[in-house]
């Protein structure tokens, strides 16, 4: 998807991206997933959602977190194929990665709804560069724009070789112009979606961290917290371990 089609998706998403919060205890289910039995009993924490595409982000019995990208709409044809709107668990393909688990729809080659399962004790620069480490390792390009953050790096590589070359015909100026949009808005979801998963993710960890009689992991999570809002960079490019 060019960056002018990009940013048109953006606008005719009302312009607006809706937040939505649930507490563990409604036990909201996650949006655009159904999970598998194994995962346990999951419940929204909050959800991120436009014209055309939802991230929700849920959370189990013990902390741990579950991302989930799903869509209502596809802004290219009337009509939306069944693996983009929900991943079903039972019908998942599971990757195991070290750092936690990756689910896609088998038969969608890339394309259709996804989700992430975290480690409990991360921060959220440690789950958001995760997250996009492995969407982009499994997931096509194409439909990476459904959480538009998760190609943010790619973007500001881009517009970087752009402005080494200095092309100076109209319709270089236009790609640039328009490439540094697409990461103006870009860089504005992520952030928010910073905000709210550092909001989830000490409201999911203290409860369980008293449960467990492990209060010194709740020093983890503020001192996290901390040095992210201090000073660390919430737009540094992915970090993958190998």
Known sequence: MGYDLINKKLEASEAVTH????SREEHKKPEGYEPHPSDGKLSEVFGLKNS??????????????????????????????????????????????????????PASKGEGAFA?????????????????TVSRKHIAPSRL?????????????????????DGRTASDINERLALAQTIERKTELENRFIRRLRIARRRTLFKPALE???????????????????????????????
């Open 145 to 165: 724009e459904a959480a538009p953050f998760l190609t943010l790096e790619d973007d500001r590589r881009r517009l970087e070789e752009l402005r080494s070359k």
């Open 19 to 22: 937040e939505r919060e649930s």
């Open 116 to 132: 992430f399962r975290t480690g409990k004790d991360l921060s959220e620069q440690r789950i958001l560069s995760d997250f996009k």
């Open 212 to 242: 467990d009689h492990e209060p010194e992991k709740l020093i983890g999570v503020l001192t996290d917290s901390a040095d992210d809002e201090n000073g660390e960079d919430e737009n540094k490019p992915d970090e993958k371990d190998e």
């Open 52 to 105: 055309f595409d939802d991230l929700s982000v849920s959370t189990d019995e013990k902390g741990r977190l579950t991302l989930a990208v799903s869509s209502q709409k596809d802004f290219h044809a009337p009509t939306l194929n069944s693996y983009k709107q929900k991943l079903r668990g039972s019908r998942r393909r599971t990757v195991y990665e070290h750092f936690g688990e990756f689910y896609t729809e």
